[in-house]
């Protein structure tokens, strides 16, 4: 079992940053990768990026710029910088544990965090 906390979300003015933090607990043996998904309001949920325990990275093609994941093996934590933030990108963000093959897709397991609210004001 693998059990997900995030936090970090918060009310932040267009044009600022955050950094969402994704504290990891228990293990499976499967998983090789932890991932970062966003949902707004009415729509569905979507993959940010994500980081295998080798620290490579991928990024989903909108989202390729503003934000960085990272991770601290150390701390068994995953990271998500957001820059020069925008109102679009208000939602809840969630972390997941996962796996990937290639590197190129990522595949998340029923392993999510409570979820951190963004909101952006304009």
């Known amino acids: 079992q693998v059990q997900l906390v995030e936090s970090g979300g918060g009310l932040v003015q267009a044009g600022g940053s955050l950094r969402l933090s994704c504290a990891a607990s228990?293990?499976?043996?499967?998983?090789?990768?932890m991932g970062w998904y966003r949902q707004a309001p009415g729509k569905q949920r979507e993959l940010v990026a994500f980081i295998t325990f080798g620290g490579m990275t991928n990024y989903a093609d909108s989202m390729k710029g503003r934000f960085t994941i990272s991770r601290d093996n150390a701390k068994n934590t995953v990271y998500l910088q957001i820059d020069s933030l925008k109102p679009e990108d208000t939602a809840v963000y969630y972390c997941n544990a996962g796996k990937t093959r290639t590197g190129s897709s990522y595949y998340p397991y029923n392993y999510w965090g409570q979820g951190t609210q963004v909101t952006v004001s304009s």
């Open positions: 228990g293990s499976s043996f499967s998983i090789n990768a």
